[in-house]
């Protein structure tokens, strides 16, 4: 029989320590989404005039002195083309794309737009170090506008019109299609207000710094996906116990019910070392007793360099846990397995 109540030597062996770079990422996308959704209805302006050319989109910046490096910001979003996949185009570009040796050794490639093949030539790149920061699109970048420049043209073109080129597979570019609907209002339209829609899901209402929240939307998002529509999962819920005199319920980050049965489910990520874990650690035995008590069951989500420093306070949510886990995606699916055998 499987143990999911782990030992703190044991969670140890399975623990991430350090926030994963998707949930930094995410974070950082959380605090730039008001920006972008204020100005997504002149984008999308923008994408909707250009109709005739797929060129011609850069000309339509220009004159409307719209900021270039929030264009490209919008475009990374609708593609899922964020820093990790701008960090390795970078580093492969020269191995993924081809040069024109008649044309002073440019890099090109070349797409298809309304049944038509053309050319894109590259202006910049390839360059050293291609990042967010050097793009201008990370959090401290999106503060200043900048105007349209080479490189800035040249990651345009590609989070356009990329998905149609024969590279596309080879740079993860098959996302890049929002170049293939220009002159198409209504699919334009539907897209991106479809995309952002999930991105504010994924990012869980979080605010600036917050990756405690992001931590619980992504275990949340994880297992509406892994139990399916039979489970109800409540994100900030609360199950009401007798013996419990607080008004509303005990509280938990996340509760999960299947018919009358329910568990509660705590998420703890500390990179530094804080009190909240001893907290959580001294209400732990109470907290285990009245669940058990009233048919319920609780567990923890347990991780981080911070938290690991203050062993007695783990060690204590160890023992007074159903199922620990670390903050992996392996262990998310121990904590699903674990759901299923006691709902």
Known sequence: MFKYNRN?????????????????????????????????????????????????????????????????????????????????????????????????????FDFIWKEQSYRYEFKALPVNGLNNRKLFI?????????????????????????STSEHADRAGLV????????????????????RYITVSRITGGATANNLGQL?????????????????????NGHIHLIGYDKKGGMPFDIVVEKGKKKLGIEVSFQVTTNSTIERKAGQAAERQALMHKNGCQIAYILDGAGNFQRSSAI???C???????????EEFRILSKWIKSVL
């Open 8 to 108: 703190i030597t044991e969670l140890k062996t399975k623990a991430a320590f350090w926030w994963p770079e998707e949930l930094k990422n995410q974070n950082a996308l959380a605090n730039v989404l008001p920006l972008l959704l204020k100005s997504q209805e002149d984008f999308l302006r923008l994408i909707i005039l250009s109709k005739n050319d797929p060129f011609q989109l850069f000309d339509l910046i220009r004159v409307a002195k719209y900021p270039a490096n929030l264009f490209l910001k919008h475009l990374a979003v609708l593609a899922d083309y964020g820093g990790e996949p701008i960090q390795r185009l970078g580093r492969s570009f020269k191995d993924i794309f081809s040069k024109n040796e008649a044309e002073e050794g440019k890099y090109f």
């Open 319 to 329: 023992n007074y846990s159903d199922c620990t886990v670390a903050y992996t995606l």
């Open 175 to 194: 996302a890049c299609e929002i170049g293939t609907m220009l002159g198409n209002e209504d699919d334009l339209i539907r897209f991106v207000k479809q």
């Open 315 to 317: 060690s204590t949510l």
């Open 215 to 235: 931590a619980q939307s992504e275990v949340v998002n994880f297992l509406l996906n892994e139990l399916g529509s039979k489970y109800k999962i409540i994100r």
């Open 138 to 162: 990370d959090g401290e970048g999106l503060i200043i506008e900048k105007a349209l420049s080479d490189i800035i043209c040249d990651m345009i073109a590609l989070l356009l019109f990329a």
